[in-house]
């Protein structure tokens, strides 16, 4: 999608992602993390949709949920914003 030029489809998915932060199942969730995950690699911190101020309060109880993949793409998630925050 960023090699075509649609970083504005991909600003409107991670808006749709981050509403589904919420999710019931752990799988579910953890999928959708990874996904805001290579969004935010792709387009930056800078055009994220919502803004990195927002997502970061919704990620921190995330944080307390045990399972694997959740715990691993959420850490992932705020390393990443936290190694590009830096820059």
């Not at 981050?18 to 690699?41: H, T």
């Not at 101020?53 to 990443?80: F, T, Y």
């Amino acid at each position: 999608m960023y090699a075509c030029g649609e970083e504005v489809l991909m600003g409107r998915l991670s808006m749709g992602l981050f509403e589904c932060l919420g999710e019931e199942y752990p799988e579910v969730l953890g999928s959708v993390i990874g996904s805001i995950r290579s969004i935010v690699n792709v387009i930056g911190m800078s055009k994220m949709t919502p803004p990195i101020r927002d997502l970061l309060p919704r990620l921190a109880p995330i944080l307390r949920n045990r399972h694997e993949k959740v715990q691993e793409n959420v850490i992932d998630l705020i390393g990443r914003i936290a190694e590009r925050g830096a820059d």
